[in-house]
């Protein structure tokens, strides 16, 4: 009995091999295994897979699918790589241009040389013109004003759009020059412009005090320690100086950080205004 199952399995096997049903690396099954990864959310071997059959498969979906998966993984410019390969006739081009704006605005290329622009729908349009507005905000000068900009988003948007253009054109920095002169005037009142209150008059008060008593002891004849006071009363008029400058950056860098982080969380929340797709169901 046992001799007879094994000669089968052994005339069998062979024969379930080349089924294509059975064969699990056909290029049909390599494919169903990587929509099944595509799907979980496994894009990296998601894209291998795709990747080694797109050879043998021509199929638009597939290169879409490669290009949303390199951007999903954060690989920008391999996903623009995959895009500049489409066909002009595919049904995803219009879609893959947009992704592709979304992945310049993602690693803020300020030149790219793509084609004109597709025949877009209506919504495909929409998303355009927002993503080509948006661009203005990775830009060192604006290229339209600001009533132009905040027209293109619907209405619940563009109070945010809005903050956003005074954010990175009209910037609330602090002077870096005027913190320092104000605190070489009056110590600490370059502080208190940053906004750092507590720092400033604590500023205020520890070099008051040193200078109250260098004067108190030159006046009583107490040189040496009239002379360390006023070098420890120096030191921190300097450090004052010094610091409110450095605040003034600080503040200013902290600016720059909260409108790029606002910026990535609206785009993020808005999925760049571009059309979600759902291969999965």
Not at 95 to 111: A, C, V
Not at 214 to 225: L, M, W
Request: glycine residues 6%.
């Amino acid at each position: 009995m046992k001799l007879t199952l094994i000669i089968t399995l052994f005339f069998f096997i062979p024969n379930l091999a080349q089924n294509s049903h059975f064969n699990f690396h056909s290029p049909e099954n390599k494919k169903k295994f990587a929509d099944y990864l595509f799907c979980e959310g496994d894009y990296l071997r998601a894209v291998e897979e795709y990747e080694s059959i797109r050879d043998l498969i021509r199929n638009d979906t597939i290169d879409f699918k490669i290009m949303l998966g390199y951007s999903s993984l954060g690989l920008f410019e391999e996903s623009n790589k995959i895009f500049k390969q489409f066909n002009y006739e595919s049904v995803f081009y219009s879609d893959g241009y947009l992704y592709s704006l979304r992945n310049i605005l993602q690693i803020e290329q300020r030149e790219f040389d793509y084609p004109g622009i597709p025949s877009f729908d209506p919504t495909q349009w929409k998303s355009f013109r927002k993503l080509f507005s948006i661009s203005m905000l990775y830009a060192d000068e604006p290229f339209e004003s600001k009533e132009k900009f905040v027209s293109v988003f619907e209405e619940d948007d563009q109070i945010t759009v809005s903050l956003l253009y005074d954010y990175k054109f009209n910037p609330p920095y602090k002077s870096e020059l005027l913190a320092g002169v104000l605190s070489a005037v009056i110590p600490g009142s370059g502080k208190m412009y940053v906004g750092e209150w507590g720092d400033g008059i604590t500023a205020l008060l520890v070099t008051g005090l040193f200078a109250f008593l260098a004067y108190d002891n030159f006046r009583a004849d107490h040189n040496t320690r009239a002379w360390i006071f006023t070098g420890l009363g120096a030191f921190f008029y300097a450090g004052n100086v010094y610091g409110s400058v450095a605040s003034a950056q600080i503040f200013n860098a902290r600016i720059n950080f909260e409108f790029k982080e606002g910026l990535n969380l609206f785009l993020q929340h808005k999925n760049y205004f571009l059309p979600e797709y759902d291969f999965c169901n």
